[in-house]
């Protein structure tokens, strides 16, 4: 028997059900195409709860993070916060991979690619040290298909 979520675990999936609803056009369009690449063993999640963060995607199995960035990540400010979220992430166990959102939309291919490479080097990785990240109980993820929509 499972114990109900928390107050805590309720905000975070309503947060993270909003982000998700709410996502960039770069995000939607990278979300519909992760499934191009063969990625045996990895289950991808939008709009992800880590810590204090919320990160665009992240693969729990292999702890990868993939995160999409616009301008406003370009400033010193932006940097400062990104460099501190990536310090938290790593000492997690994740791995950070960053794109801008132009990388999406004008070099999609070799998104795709970089990702299937990575991940592809992470499962290695961890295989050899026989090291996977388990997947969190709650999870904030829609199914992968349909997403909460409604058949109409």
Same mark, same amino acid.
């Given at each position: 028997?499972?114990?109900?979520?928390?107050?805590?675990?309720?905000?975070? &999936?309503?947060?993270?059900?909003? /982000?998700?609803?709410?996502?960039?056009d770069?995000?939607?369009? %990278?979300? @519909?195409?992760?499934? !191009?690449?063969?990625?045996?063993?990895?289950?991808?999640?939008?709009?992800?709860p880590?810590?204090p963060?919320?990160?665009?995607?992240?693969?729990?199995? &292999?702890?990868?993070?993939?995160? /999409?960035?616009?301008?406003?990540?370009?400033?010193?400010?932006? %940097?400062? @916060?990104?460099?501190? !979220?990536?310090?938290?992430?790593?000492?997690?166990?994740?791995?950070?991979?960053?794109?801008?959102?132009?990388?999406?939309f004008?070099?999609l291919?070799?998104?795709?690619?970089?990702?299937?490479?990575?991940?592809?080097?992470?499962?290695?990785?961890?295989?050899?040290?026989?090291?996977?990240?388990?997947?969190?109980?709650?999870?904030?993820d829609?199914?992968?298909r349909?997403?909460?929509?409604?058949?109409?």
């Amino acid at each position: 028997m499972t114990k109900p979520p928390s107050k805590l675990d309720r905000f975070r &999936i309503a947060n993270s059900r909003r /982000l998700r609803n709410g996502a960039t056009d770069a995000e939607t369009k %990278l979300w @519909r195409h992760l499934e !191009r690449i063969p990625l045996e063993g990895t289950h991808f999640r939008r709009q992800v709860p880590i810590g204090p963060y919320f990160v665009d995607f992240a693969c729990h199995q &292999i702890g990868l993070v993939i995160e /999409l960035d616009g301008s406003q990540h370009a400033s010193d400010a932006g %940097l400062q @916060r990104d460099e501190k !979220r990536t310090a938290f992430l790593e000492n997690e166990g994740y791995s950070v991979l960053r794109f801008w959102n132009s990388d999406v939309f004008e070099d999609l291919n070799a998104v795709l690619d970089t990702i299937f490479a990575i991940v592809q080097q992470r499962q290695i990785l961890l295989a050899e040290a026989n090291h996977f990240h388990p997947t969190p109980a709650h999870r904030a993820d829609p199914l992968h298909r349909g997403e909460g929509e409604e058949e109409i």
